[in-house]
């Protein structure tokens, strides 16, 4: 089993809906979870970091926590064909195990945002 | 506020060579994670370091290694270098590390080919 899990896609969503982006971890005591935004040919871009449950909001990005099923998931509104990317979720692992300044990276899921 | 700066930018390295890659972090981090990020294992994690010392250190063989100066500036070496050492190699910044409370930010990285 994968660390962090996302699904590759591409995701296609019309220009102007709710795009939904999903990713699952497997380290149960994981602390820190980023949302990175990656154009081709580009490094990763931070979007969003979440570390209690629920949801944080800025903007049109909504960052959802669910520790207890292992869950974090991106939701982008009004989505624009700028924001066609792949989206890499990433989570920390545990502090008191002496891995701290590491990030386990899922795989991405490519978004398309169609006109 | 500068961001991370690495250079080389871009360089192509024949097999059996070595190569230094540099990176800058943002003024006032102190942690620098590095990563290798290949189009089949995505984003790996190669080493942190903090304050001079290596805190942690992912699965790749000895022949990648890196240090970090006392200006918090690094550099990752690897010597010998192989076909598939061929990837984009990112600098990561942040203040203290991925524990609660700490972004971490990327630089533009190192395209690195090996012929």
């Known amino acids: 089993q994968k660390e962090v899990e996302q699904n590759s896609g591409p995701l296609s969503v019309p220009e102007g809906a709710i795009a939904s982006l999903n990713c699952t971890y497997s380290?149960?005591?994981?602390?820190?979870f980023f949302w990175y935004r990656q154009y081709s040919g580009k490094s990763p871009e931070l979007i969003m970091f979440?570390?209690?449950?629920g949801d944080k909001e800025d903007g049109r990005f909504t960052a959802q926590l669910n520790k207890a099923s292992q869950y974090v998931s991106l939701l982008i509104r009004d989505s624009q064909p700028s924001d066609s990317a792949t989206y890499l979720c990433a989570v920390n692992t545990l502090f008191w195990s002496g891995n701290t300044g590491k990030l386990i990276f899922g795989q991405g899921t490519t978004l398309q945002v169609k006109p | 506020k500068a961001g991370v700066t690495q250079t080389p930018r871009y360089l192509i390295k024949t097999r059996g060579q070595q190569v230094t890659l540099s990176c800058s972090p943002i003024s006032g981090h102190r942690s620098v994670s590095w990563y290798q990020q290949t189009p089949g294992q995505g984003l790996q994690f190669l080493f942190e370091y903090f304050s001079e010392t290596q805190r942690n250190k992912g699965n790749f063989p000895g022949r990648f290694s890196g240090r970090q100066f006392s200006n918090s500036r690094s550099e990752m070496n690897v010597s010998t270098l192989e076909l598939g050492d061929s990837a984009l190699y990112l600098c990561a910044s942040s203040l203290y590390g991925t524990d609660t409370g700490n972004t971490i930010y990327f630089g533009e990285g190192s395209w690195l080919t090996v012929v």
């Open positions: 380290d149960r005591g994981s602390q820190s």
């Open positions: 979440i570390y209690s449950n």
